[in-house]
């Protein structure tokens, strides 16, 4: 198993950017997909964005899609979301989730992952 652990949640007008980060620790995540999802209050949580194990397949919700850029460094065990020109709508908690063996048409799907971070908390402000 892995641990996940995400940072770089915070306030933000809108327009405005934000760096999440998710660290893995435990074991290589080498061989994980990573994805980010979120939940905005008394909603469901949704897909955001995803990184394939190898890096060279990504995966954007289409309401972050040119916005919202991910990133993997498996050097320092960590995937990173950029996220610009931030919106209201992009309010919520942010989950950094992975797991082994994901098949593609599986990755926007919460239950493909078995592992969570806490999650972090990401308000913008109008």
């Known amino acids: 198993q892995v641990q996940l652990v995400e940072a770089g949640g915070g306030l933000v007008q809108a327009g405005g950017s934000l760096r999440l980060s998710c660290a893995a620790s435990g074991r290589t995540f080498n061989g994980y997909t990573i994805a980010w999802f979120r939940q905005a209050a008394g909603k469901e949580r949704e897909f955001v964005a995803a990184?394939?194990?190898?890096?060279?397949?990504?995966i954007y919700a289409d309401s972050v899609k040119g916005r919202f850029a991910i990133s993997r460094d498996n050097a320092q065990q960590a995937v990173n979301l950029q996220m610009n020109s931030l919106e209201r709508d992009d309010t919520g908690v942010y989950y950094c989730a992975g797991d082994t063996g994901v098949i593609l048409s599986n990755t926007r799907s919460q239950a493909a992952y078995d592992n969570w971070g806490q999650g972090t908390q990401v308000t913008v402000a109008s």
């Open positions: 990184i394939r194990w190898n890096s060279r397949t990504t």
